[in-house]
Each structure stands twice: as C-alpha cells, then as structure tokens.
C-alpha cells in the first residue's frame, strides 16, 4: 500500500484501497452495497456561504445508478440571490471524490459534495465553485504552474464557565488542558474532518479567550495542508459544517465571526497560498524567496482592497481590520511579521539539521524542507464566502505575472520592520489602506471588476450579486458613528454570529 493510503482516516478510501481523486461510480455502488449504507446526501454551497443538503432513501440499485449519474434538480432561487424564480431550476450532480462516511447520520449514510449545472447542462457560470475551477485553470495557462492553498479555520467555543483552572484572558495561544476548555472537543471534531477527507496540519488553543455573563469564550484554531485550492475550499467548508454539527451535539455555541466583543481577539481566516510545477514548490529559489512567490504577491497587493469584498462580508469584519492589531489595515508583505497583510512565514530555511540536534541518535535527515514555504493572506475572516475568496486570491497572484512592474511594487510595498510602532510612523505615509466598510470594499471591487472578471473567471452577475450585497449594509460611516458605543457593537456582533 503507497504511503498515501497508508493510515488514511477515511473509510471510503481506507475500503476501497484507493485514493479520493480515483473513485468512480462503480466504487461508489461497491462501498455503498458492501457498507450496508442506507442513505445518501448530496451536499452543496449555496449564496450564504452553507452547505445546504439533499437527502436520498437508497430504494434500489437502478435508482442509486439514476441519482449517481443525472444529480437532482434544485430551486436555484432560493439557493443565490441572482438567480430569477422565473426561470431557476438548476441540477446538482454528485462529484465521486468528495464521498465520506456521514459521522453524525443515525442511519448509515454516504455523503457527496455537489456541483451545479444550468438548465443547458453546463457548469453554472455563476457557480462561487466554478468560479474558482476557472480561477486555477487560467492561473495554470498564463504561468505554466498550479495553484494552491490551505486555511487557518479560527473559530469561538462557547459554553457555561466552571470556574475551574481559569485561562489567562487573551493568553490562550496553544494552551493545554485544563486551563484551556475545549482541546478535546477540537481533536474531535479534526478526527470528524479527516474522516471526511480534510487534509489537516494541525490544530490548538488560540490567543482569544474570556468570560461574559457566566459563559467562557475560548478561541480555537484548525490548520490544514497546502493542496490544490479547490480541494482547499471544499475541506474548509466541510470542516465548519462538523465544526456545527459536533458543537450542537455537545450543546455549545460555535462561531466564526470576526468580532466578538471589543477589546478580545477576533477571528481571522488566513489563506495560506504556495505555487507548484511538477509537484515542486516554486516559493523558493537558492533558500530565498523566489520571483514566482514576490510576483504572486505583488498581485495580491495591487487587488488587496477588492479582495476584502470576498473575504470580509459583513459590516463587523471591518471592525476586526483596525490599527494596532494582529489584523491588517495596511497594504504591505513582510517576512516573519504580524503587522503586514502578507506574511511570508518561517520556512525552514536554515541550513542545519535541526531533528538530528534535537535527536542526536537520528541519521541526516535529508527531508526537502522547500516545500513548506507558503504566503499568507490574513485580512479573510469567517464571513468569506470560501470559493470566491479563494478564487479571487488565485485571480490576484495571476495578476503579478501579467503586471509589467510586479516587481518593483513588490519591492515598494515590502516592510520589514512593526509599521505600528511609533518609531516606523513614517512608513505608513507610503502604503494604501484597506477599506474600512463593506461599502469601502464594494467601491474597491467596482474599480477593480475588469481584473476579475478577465478571462471569464468572475462573472458580471457574481460580481453584480457581492456590490449589491456589500451595499446593502449602508455602513459607509458605521465604525465611526458606534465608536464607544459597546453596546450598539454587542448588537452587531450578534446580528451577524452565525455568518459563513
């Protein structure tokens, strides 16, 4: 058995002995007939950003074969927003590799992520998957090279406090047990993930936690592996679904809304992005950043502001994105630094063998380390609709390599010092700004729509739907008019609890 089935926590691939991206109906038929499975599911994302479900009662095998092979028929209006009643009929047809084993169904049941067709039985244009397949196939023709990406899923567990082993406020960062509440509840709800086929890194206490009204608040943080952006995307929102569906079964409050309260850490969802070719990283060149990586960036820092109307939807996101913060406000790249919009992480490129030092017993390691080596985006939070956030990102590092001074803005816009210091004051005077609404933001991607919309990756309609959205929240002035009002911020905060 190859090393990538080898331990795989999915059971469908466990069974079936190959991995996802290889499974075809006939596996699908055998897994279901071998399994005593009784049910399936269909699931799908529709405009507001959840995963909607379709349940199917497995009658006979000429009907599984039926719903295998034609998908359903769907009302698209009630699905997005800019799709017509008159004429909104849509099909969603199972995609064979997404299948997992239901964790929470009673019954036994296999579930499949979808996608969706227009009445012409072509992939729907406006699709926000769809959207990113186009982002990455054009990402592939213009720079001969694949784009990927992973997500940092950070989200609130909320639950009555016990008053036992009170965490430090704001001190949660990779917290143990006891003083951090919920760690059992995360490895669960990871087991959940890979199960269903995420690909994760790791997981741990984060920095926010406090407690309000007799309830502890305590933040959490699943990372995942770089693979190809569509896989990424459909693994974040399958995790915030177990994510859900596990909280409710222990009766907690989950939430991934980027502000909770004022003065408490708020949660991010930092899309991590690394560009391949022959199944070899490209973000590195001799131990250094590569032209390929700072192209990618410069990119991301000429489409920064209309990015945030992907990734930051709703009026409390911006509320998050303030000075003096670990959010970003300002449109700048750095390495190792907190305080910039892109941050190229730690990558492993020190030259010595740091596992033979800490394992004296150990040979040379001889572990290709290059891989490791990703930027991060960390203005997205909770609210991004998923798809086109990353879509957007993909649009953006696309944009670098067709940008003739890719270059030089990546070298004007790199900082490298903590540009909110008062001593870096100087700096900020040269760098643009986030917006600082969805109003802002919807002005930003109106400016900028062409980019997105070369090539026949966004279409006018999607980006027709996100600008009317965006504006529909009339929060042009909002920070400024709440300003030292907390309460008037708890009532946004819970308006918007339960976004993504």
Known sequence: MSKELELNPNRVVSYLGKPSREFTKSDIVRYIRENGVRMVNFMYPAGDGRLKTLNFVINNEAYLDAILTCGERVDGSSLFPFIEAGSSDLYVVPRFCTAF????????????????????????????????????????????????????????????????????DQRGYHESAPYAKFNEFRTECMAYIAQAGGQIKYGHSEVGNFTLDELIYEQNEIEFLPTAALDAADQLMVAKWIIRNLAYKYGYEVTFAPKITAGKAGSGLHIHMRITKDGKNQMLADGVLSETARRAIAGMMALAPSITAFGNTNPTSYFRLVPHQEAPTNVCWGDRNRSVLVRVPLGWTAKSDMCRIANPLE???????????????????????????????????????????????????????????????????????????????????????????????????????????????????????????????????YRYFHCG
Request: charged share 25%; with cysteine; net charge negative.
């Open 363 to 493: 040979s040379d390691s001889q572990y290709d380390t290059n891989q490791k080596q990703t930027v991060e985006m960390r203005s997205p939070d909770g609210s991004a609709d998923l798809y086109q956030l990353i879509a957007g990102l993909a649009v953006a590092c696309r944009y670098g390599f067709e940008m003739e001074d890719a270059l030089q803005l990546a070298e004007r816009t790199y900082v490298n010092v903590n540009i909110h210091s008062h001593e870096n004051a100087h700096r900020l005077k040269d760098l643009s700004q986030l917006p600082d609404s969805c109003a802002a933001s919807a002005d930003a991607l109106e400016s900028q729509r062409s980019i997105f919309e070369s090539r026949g990756v966004f279409s006018p309609a999607m980006i027709d739907g996100v600008l009317k959205m965006l504006r529909s929240y009339d929060d042009r002035t909002l920070r400024q008019d709440i300003d030292g009002k907390p309460e008037e911020m708890l009532k946004l905060v």
């Open 101 to 168: 084993h239901d964790p929470f169904a009673e019954l036994p049941t296999l579930t499949m992520l979808c996608s969706f067709f227009d009445k012409d039985g072509e992939p729907l244009a406006s699709s926000p998957r769809y959207t990113l397949l186009k982002a990455c196939e054009e990402f592939r023709k213009v720079t001969g090279m694949e784009f990927e990406a992973m997500g940092e899923l950070e989200y609130y567990v909320i639950a009555p406090d016990s008053g036992m082993f009170p965490a430090t």
